[in-house]
C-alpha cells in the first residue's frame, strides 16, 4: 500500500501539503456519522454500475446477433433486452430481502459464509472481488471510447485517457464518501436526464414526427439461422448490464440511518431507472439500426441521428462517458468495504479494516486504482477484450448470495419463511443457469481466465488466515502462564550494544541513553571502519572524550558494515548465549525535509531488518533530531 491508515503524512512536509489539498484534512471518528449517504446521493453512486451498463450492453448483443442474422437482429435485441429486465426485478426482489435479513451489509461474502460454509463464502468473495477490479477496468474503457467516438483523433491516446480516469476516481474517493459522492452524483444525474431526452424525443421523432432513420453503416447480409445458442450467447452478453445490482446491498453500512430503508429506496430506484433506460435505448437501436463499431458507440450512432450535429449529441457523448467512468465509483465504494470484512475475518491484510484520514478504507481505494490500471494497461484499454472476464464472476456471486438467502430462510424458519425461501431460491435457480449459459458461451472468450483466478484468490486467502491464525496462536498468552511473565535468571546474561559509524551528537546520545537503562551487565559500542586510517581517527577522539565504554572496531575490506556486527553477536568472543538478552541501540538522525532522507544510506534501516530474524535481540532507534539550516 501506498500508505498507512494509521500513519498519515505530517501537513508540514511537500507530501503532507500536497496530500491535504489533494484529499483533504484528517477527519476524527465522530464525524463517521456524517460520511454516510442520503437516498438523494446514495443512488447514484451505488446506481452508476448498474445504469450505466445500459450505455454498452445493448452493443454487446448487436455484437452477437447483427454478424449472423443481419436486419433480423433488431427484433431479437429487444425480447432479449425485455428477458434481462425480468432477470434485473427478480434480483432486486432478491436483494430486498438479503437488505432486510443482514443489514450490517457484506453482501454475497457474508451470506454465503453464514449459510453455506467458509469455501462458499470466499469463492463469493473472489468473484466479487475480480468483479469490481474489471468493474473500474471496463468503465473507465468505455467512458474513453464515448469520448474518441465523439473525437476519433483522441483514439491513439485511449490508454493515457483511461489512466487518468482512474486516477481522477482513486483521488476522489479517498476524499471520503461524502465529498466523493457530491463529486461523481451530479454527473450520473445529467447522464439519467440526458437519456431521458433521447429517448423520448428519439421515439417521438419516428413515430410523430414522421422521421425516417437512414442506418449510419450498412447492415451486413444474413448469413447464418436464429439458434437458441445464438439467442443465448447475445442474452449472457446483454447480461453486463445487470452487474453492480448488489452494490446497495454491499454498501448498507454506508447508508444514514435508517439504514436498511434507505437502501431498499435506492433499491428499487435503480431498477426503475434501468428498466427505462435499459429499455428505451434497446428500442431506439432497433428503430435507428445502430451497428457496434470499435470506432463509434451504439449510443453515439443514436444520438447521431436524433439529435444530429447540434451541441444536444455532445451533450449525450459527455454525459455517457462520465457516467461510464462514474460506474466505477460503485466498485470504489463496495470494494473497500468488502477487504476490511475479509481483513476482520482474517482472509486479507490487517491494512485493508483500517479507516484512512478521510474516514475511509483507504488502502482497499488505493489497491483497486492500481489492479484495475495494470488490467487496462494489459488490454490496451478495449472495452470489447475485458467483457468476456465480466459476467460469469458477477452471476456466480449472484447465486452463491440466492442460495445462501434461501438456506438462511429454511434453517431459521421466521414468519413468512416460506414465500421468502421461494424468491430466493427461484433467485438462485434463475441466476445459476445464467452463469451456465455465460460460462459456456464466453468459456473461449477469456472467462476461462476468471475460473483460474477465482481458485488463486481462494488459495492466497487461505494462506493468509493460515498465517494469522499461526501469528495468534504463538503470539497468544493464556492466564495459566502469568508467573513467567517478566521474569529473568539469575544467570541469564543482558547485554547492549551501540553500533556508530563516528562519535558525533547523535552516537552520543544514543551512548547516554545505553548508560541510563538500568540493569545491563555490560555495554559495548561497535564500529565498522573500511580502512585502518578511520579506525585510528576515533580511537583518539573516543580517549579524548575519556569514555569508558568499550570500543570494539572491526575492519571491513569489503565495505559491508552490516555483515560484522551480526557475525560479532554470533561470535565465540563474547560467547553471547541463546538464553542472553542483547539490545542494540542505534543512533539516527531525523532530517527535516523529505528528500534530505535520499542524501543518507539508512544503514539502520537495514541493520534493524537483518536483526529482526534474531530471538535473543531487541532494537532500540534514538532519534536526534537536525534543525533546519
Not at 564500529?527 to 572491526?554: M, N, T, Y
Amino acid at each position: 500500500m501506498v500508505s498507512s491508515s494509521l500513519v498519515y503524512p505530517s501537513p508540514k512536509t511537500v507530501w503532507g501539503k500536497l496530500s491535504q489539498a489533494l484529499i483533504g484534512k484528517t477527519l476524527p471518528n465522530e464525524k463517521l456519522s456524517e460520511e454516510k449517504f442520503s437516498v438523494f446521493w446514495g443512488l447514484p453512486v451505488l446506481a452508476s454500475d448498474a445504469i450505466s451498463s445500459v450505455a454498452y450492453a445493448g452493443e454487446e448483443i448487436l455484437y452477437v446477433l447483427v454478424p449472423v442474422i443481419g436486419l433480423l437482429a433488431y427484433g431479437q435485441m429487444f425480447h432479449i433486452a425485455m428477458a434481462i429486465v425480468a432477470l434485473l426485478f427478480i434480483l432486486v426482489f432478491s436483494y430486498r430481502q438479503t437488505i432486510e435479513a443482514y443489514p450490517c451489509g457484506g453482501g454475497s461474502y457474508i451470506v454465503a459464509h453464514d449459510n453455506l460454509g467458509t469455501l462458499p463464502g470466499l469463492t463469493a468473495a473472489a468473484t466479487l472481488s475480480i468483479d469490481y477490479i474489471l468493474t473500474v477496468a471496463v468503465s473507465s474503457s468505455a467512458g474513453t471510447a464515448a469520448i474518441t467516438s465523439a473525437v476519433p483523433e483522441l483514439l491513439p491516446h485511449r490508454v493515457a485517457i483511461t489512466l487518468f480516469f482512474i486516477t481522477l476516481l482513486t483521488i476522489g474517493n479517498l476524499r471520503g464518501i461524502k465529498d466523493s459522492s457530491r463529486m461523481f452524483g451530479i454527473p450520473t444525474y445529467s447522464f439519467i436526464f440526458a437519456m431521458l431526452i433521447m429517448i423520448i424525443y428519439g421515439i417521438y421523432k419516428v413515430h410523430v414526427g414522421g422521421f425516417i432513420p437512414q442506418a449510419i453503416r450498412t447492415v451486413p447480409e444474413f448469413t447464418g439461422e436464429i439458434t437458441l445458442f445464438l439467442i443465448l450467447r447475445a442474452f449472457a452478453s446483454g447480461c453486463t448490464a445487470l452487474t453492480g445490482v448488489e452494490a446497495v446491498s454491499n454498501a448498507i453500512p454506508n447508508f444514514r440511518e435508517p439504514a436498511q430503508s434507505n437502501a431498499i429506496k435506492v433499491l428499487f430506484l435503480l431498477a426503475l431507472i434501468v428498466l427505462f433506460i435499459f429499455g428505451g435505448t434497446s428500442y431506439l437501436a432497433t428503430l435507428y439500426h445502430a451497428l457496434p463499431n470499435p470506432d463509434e458507440t451504439v449510443i453515439a450512432q443514436i444520438a447521431s441521428q436524433v439529435f444530429g450535429a447540434s451541441p444536444m449529441f455532445y451533450i449525450i457523448q459527455l454525459t455517457t462517458a462520465l457516467i461510464l467512468v462514474m460506474a466505477a465509483n460503485t466498485a470504489f465504494t463496495d470494494l473497500p468495504l468488502l477487504l476490511s470484512l475479509l481483513a476482520k475475518d482474517g482472509y486479507m491484510p490487517r491494512q485493508f479494516a483500517q479507516r484512512g484520514g478521510r474516514l475511509n478504507f483507504s488502502n482497499g481505494i488505493e489497491f483497486l486504482g492500481v489492479s484495475s490500471a495494470i488490467l487496462v494497461i494489459l488490454f490496451q484499454g478495449e472495452t470489447h477484450l475485458l467483457l468476456p472476464l465480466y459476467a460469469v464472476g458477477v452471476f456466480a456471486s449472484f447465486t452463491l448470495s440466492q442460495s445462501g438467502m434461501w438456506v438462511h430462510w429454511v434453517r431459521g424458519k421466521a414468519a413468512g419463511w416460506r414465500h421468502k425461501a421461494a424468491i430466493n431460491g427461484f433467485g438462485a435457480i434463475v441466476t445459476f443457469i445464467t452463469v451456465l449459459i455465460i460460462g459456456a458461451t464466453k468459456f473461449m472468450h477469456g472467462a476461462w481466465i476468471v475460473c483460474i483466478l477465482v481458485p488463486v484468490f481462494i488459495f492466497g486467502m487461505l494462506k493468509i488466515k493460515a498465517h494469522y491464525s499461526l501469528v495468534a496462536k504463538q503470539l497468544s498468552l493464556p492466564l495459566s502462564e502469568k508467573n513467567a511473565v517478566g521474569t529473568i535468571r539469575a544467570d541469564q546474561e543482558r547485554h547492549i550494544i551501540v553500533p556508530l559509524a563516528s562519535l558525533n551528537r547523535a552516537s552520543f546520545k544514543a551512548l547516554l541513553y545505553a548508560k541510563r537503562l538500568a540493569g545491563y551487565h555490560s555495554i559495548r559500542a561497535f564500529h565498522v571502519s573500511v580502512d585502518a586510517e578511520s579506525a585510528e581517527k576515533l580511537r583518539r577522539k573516543w580517549s579524548e572524550f575519556g569514555l569508558d565504554v568499550p570500543l570494539i572496531i572491526r575492519v571491513s575490506p569489503f565495505r559491508d558494515t552490516i555483515s560484522p556486527l551480526l557475525d560479532y553477536i554470533q561470535s565465540e568472543e563474547e560467547a553471547f548465549r541463546q538464553d542472553d538478552l542483547i539490545t542494540v541501540v542505534i543512533p539516527q538522525f531525523v532530517v527535516q525535509k523529505w528528500w534530505h532522507n535520499l542524501l543518507h544510506n539508512q544503514t539502520g534501516f537495514f541493520i534493524k531488518n537483518r536483526l529482526m530474524h534474531d530471538p535473543r535481540v531487541a532494537v532500540v532507534t534514538v532519534s536526534y533530531y537536525l534543525k533546519e539550516g
